[in-house]
């Protein structure tokens, strides 16, 4: 089974700096990446998916992610932030199983704080 | 275009008592998939539906049920419940691309709470 790992469950900036939220994943074949982003008492809605497509895959709001293969990453990474995102961020792999079904598996999550 | 809808947003339940979730998925969606999120941890996956039948299922007892219906709606089921089952049930949609669907698109959520 494929699985992510977020390495800070808290990250802490101030608005207008900018935003590194890290993610390792371990696959044994190319994998399909994404990430989420969740604000509170909401849903979760995509920010960008990495598909074996462009290494820089670029995302809504301005967030994108570089996967790197040999280092086994998918950061996700904005250059200012801004108030309105602090939220939680879920860095996700796609499993795929029989027929045409796949499951997401997620990480334990990055809770952003942004700082006027 | 209408994204996923869950009802209801809140549900009070008692140990034991079981409860019915619903979901419509997203126009064009024919694939629905549920997770279980806990508080302060990341979803985990219980089952998906494809064409109404359940195509995958994640570690979860057989007192989680579920079920697809021709419009694709579905609707997710907890038998004998308990206080660990007090979670937000999130349901998501995605098409069915011929490849294996790949992202997948998110309701708000159903919070279920057992006492």
């Known amino acids: 089974a494929q699985s992510v790992t977020q390495l800070d469950s808290h990250v802490s900036v101030s608005e207008g700096t900018p935003v590194l939220l890290r993610c390792n994943y371990s696959?044994?074949?190319?994998?399909?990446l994404f990430w989420y982003v969740q604000h509170p008492n909401k849903g979760l809605q995509l920010l960008l998916k990495?598909?074996?497509?462009?290494?820089l895959v670029k995302g809504i709001n301005g967030f994108e992610a570089e996967f790197k293969k040999s280092e086994t990453s998918f950061h996700l990474t904005k250059p200012s932030a801004h108030m309105s995102d602090a939220a939680e961020y879920f860095c996700?792999?796609?499993?795929?199983?029989?027929?045409?079904?796949?499951?997401?598996?997620f990480g334990g999550g990055t809770r952003l704080m942004v700082k006027p | 275009e209408t994204g996923v809808t869950q009802s209801p947003t809140h549900l009070i339940k008692t140990r034991g008592q079981q409860v019915t979730l619903r979901c419509s998925s997203q126009?064009?969606?024919?694939?629905v998939s549920w997770y279980q999120q806990a508080l302060g941890q990341g979803p985990q996956f219980i089952f998906q539906y494809y064409r109404e039948e359940e195509n995958g299922r994640g570690n979860f007892p057989p007192r989680f049920s579920g079920l697809q219906f021709p419009n694709y709606s579905s609707e997710l089921n907890v038998n004998a419940l308990e206080l660990d089952d007090s979670a937000l049930y999130l349901c998501?949609?995605?098409?069915?691309?011929?490849?294996?669907?790949?992202?997948?698109?998110f309701g708000p959520g159903t919070r279920l709470t057992v006492t």
């Open positions: 998501a949609s995605s098409p069915d691309d011929g490849q294996g669907a790949y992202e997948q698109y």
């Open positions: 996700v792999v796609s499993d795929r199983f029989g027929g045409a079904g796949n499951m997401l598996t």
């Open positions: 126009s064009g969606h024919n694939t």
């Open positions: 696959s044994s074949y190319s994998p399909s």
């Open positions: 990495y598909t074996s497509a462009a290494t």
